[in-house]
């Protein structure tokens, strides 16, 4: 036997009649808070270079995904082995350079694969692709929530003058280094809290009206 099914094995005995009190009482729900508690572990442990604590926050890590996938199987939804199957069959599917005939260069080459691909598993799915923004996580934190959105702004080149300073933005990222960069986002976490401001929700919101406004620009365009 295996250990990852040993620990598939373990996680059932915890849930089973007989088993952890603790253990039992848990939902998808309550469980989510751990999740992002181990992840935060693992995250922590990856930049620190601490490998061997970081095989212990990946075990940890595992340990949330068989438990999620144990209650499911509990209530005939999926079992450990559909979410196993499922993954492996996408990233087959998604990287036909690496499993089928094509030959592929370079990762924008390889990127620009992975969005076709994407998009026609979605028209097969009858799902309608995103207006203008493709969903993010509403749990992302802000900082990472305009990256984002940036990214897909600068990727799909889409109407923002007048909206965001584009000429600036190239111009601080010219004499942007790592260093220069945590020391100026240093100082303005450090402003806000003079002025007694959130700095995560000033920058949430500015994202979302950037986002609505090109969403109308571009609402506008095609009407």
């Known amino acids: 036997m295996s250990a990852i099914d040993d620990l598939r094995q373990t996680v059932a005995r915890l849930r089973a009649p007989d088993g952890c009190p603790w253990d039992r009482e848990q939902t998808h729900q309550t469980l989510a808070r751990c999740l992002i508690d181990e992840c935060s572990e693992l995250l922590d442990a990856i930049e620190r270079r601490d490998l061997p604590h970081m095989r212990e926050e990946l075990g940890d890590v595992l340990v949330q995904v068989i438990f999620h996938a144990q209650l499911a199987a509990e209530q005939g939804e999926f079992t450990f082995d559909d979410v196993a199957n499922e993954i492996n069959e996408k990233l087959v599917r998604r990287h036909p350079h690496v499993f089928g005939p094509d030959r592929l260069r370079t990762s924008e080459e390889v990127l620009v694969q992975w969005d076709a691909i994407k998009r ?104």
């Open 120 to 223: 026609t598993e979605r028209q097969a799915a009858g799902k309608t692709e995103p207006a203008v923004f493709k969903h993010l996580p509403p749990q992302l934190p802000a900082l990472m929530f305009a990256e984002a959105v940036w990214k897909q702004l600068d990727k799909k080149q889409l109407p923002v003058t007048g909206l965001v300073d584009v000429a600036r933005i190239r111009e601080l990222g010219a004499g942007l280094s790592e260093d220069t960069l945590g020391r100026g986002l240093f100082e303005l976490a450090a402003a806000a809290r003079v002025k007694d401001l959130d700095p995560e929700g000033a920058l949430r919101k500015e994202t979302v009206r950037v986002m609505r406004e090109v969403e109308v620009r571009v609402g506008g365009a095609s009407a």
